[in-house]
């Protein structure tokens, strides 16, 4: 008689870690990729950033001028004859 050959079967467990772990390797892989691809691009691309200039721009002459210091304000404290007349309703009312 031939003998039947044993299939294996794969655990649960087994099949629970290979679909829970491969998603994650992947999209952490795909997160790494996107917070460093400046760095990655950077050996490949032709346009260097410390040899160029930064763009001049044209300023609205308007604009440009100074605008004017605002005025000085005045002092906000109490004046004495008023600091004088709350004192005194102050006193009457105890």
Do not use: C, H, N
């Amino acid at each position: 008689m031939a003998q039947k050959k044993k299939v294996k079967k794969a655990g649960w467990l087994k099949i629970v870690l290979i679909y829970t772990f491969f998603p994650l390797v992947i999209w952490s892989l795909a997160f790494f990729a996107w917070l460093y691809w400046d760095s990655i691009i950077a050996p490949f691309s032709t346009d260097k950033a410390e040899g160029r200039k930064p763009a001049r721009t044209i300023q609205d002459p308007e604009k440009s001028e100074k605008a004017p210091a605002p005025a000085k304000r005045s002092p906000e404290g109490i004046l004495d004859d008023d600091r004088k007349k709350l004192e005194d309703v102050l006193k009457q009312r105890q």
